[in-house]
């Protein structure tokens, strides 16, 4: 696993779209193991704050730092206010799983995972030694019965549990999920829950949004309100 982080703390971060000040001043701390839901209307920006956090796009306002578990150093500055969130050059790891499947309709789940895994990690393992565990991954994500079957005759319930089977495998210490409860059934929805307390449990920290309010042990909540 990459560097474990302690803590990550957001301050002063601000979101501007089409000269219309959406947030500001937004200021939070998440703790390893926590589990934290962002709410907010639609439109209020809550898709752009996760991809600046995960580095995918440049922070507008504020800046983030993290504390490592077990370093005596003084937090790190990840991003600042008109730079990318540097996750990687910093030797730690950010799993970002955005509101769409990020599958290939013309892969199966076990084709589509080991694509992403070979993209995100350097193992020397030959594909068919990685299968076990890629297979392991999928009956984790609830996918068990359709593994090999094309993505393009999956339901769209089916592709998000592919992709995220990718939790199963990250080594990220921080994953961002943008609206992971989508298109999943309520059986489904339960196991997801399960599985994010799980990786709680293991130091991670989760942040997430959704429209529906998971049923999460010790779930805090961070609000964000459009400017007036």
Not at 147 to 168: E, F, H, P, V
Request: glycine share 10%; with cysteine.
């Amino acid at each position: 696993m990459s560097a474990k982080v302690s803590l990550l703390s957001a301050q002063g971060l601000g979101c501007e779209r089409n000269d219309r000040l959406l947030y500001s001043g937004l200021d939070f701390e998440l703790k390893a193991g926590e589990i934290c839901q962002l709410r907010g209307a639609n439109g209020a920006g809550k898709t752009t704050l996760l991809k600046s956090l995960a580095g995918l796009t440049p922070l507008q306002a504020g800046r983030v730092v993290v504390s490592l578990v077990g370093a005596e150093a003084v937090p790190m500055q990840l991003g600042v206010e008109g730079s990318t969130m540097n996750w990687s050059q910093s030797g730690l790891g950010c799993c970002f799983i955005g509101h769409r499947s990020g599958v290939k309709s013309l892969l199966t789940p076990l084709e589509n995972l080991l694509f992403w895994y070979r993209l995100n990690h350097h193992d020397s393992r030959a594909d068919s030694a990685l299968a076990e565990e890629l297979r392991a991954a999928l009956g984790w994500a609830g996918l068990e019965q359709s593994i090999d079957t094309q993505c393009a005759y999956l339901s769209a319930g089916q592709q998000r549990r592919a992709g995220l089977a990718r939790l199963a495998l990250t080594q990220a210490s921080v994953c961002i999920l943008d609206e992971p409860f989508t298109a999943i059934d309520a059986d489904g929805v339960v196991l997801l829950e399960r599985r994010l307390e799980a990786l709680a449990a293991e130091g991670r920290i989760i942040l997430l949004t959704s429209h529906h309010v998971p049923d999460i042990a010790n779930l805090r909540q961070i609000e964000l309100r459009q400017s007036a």
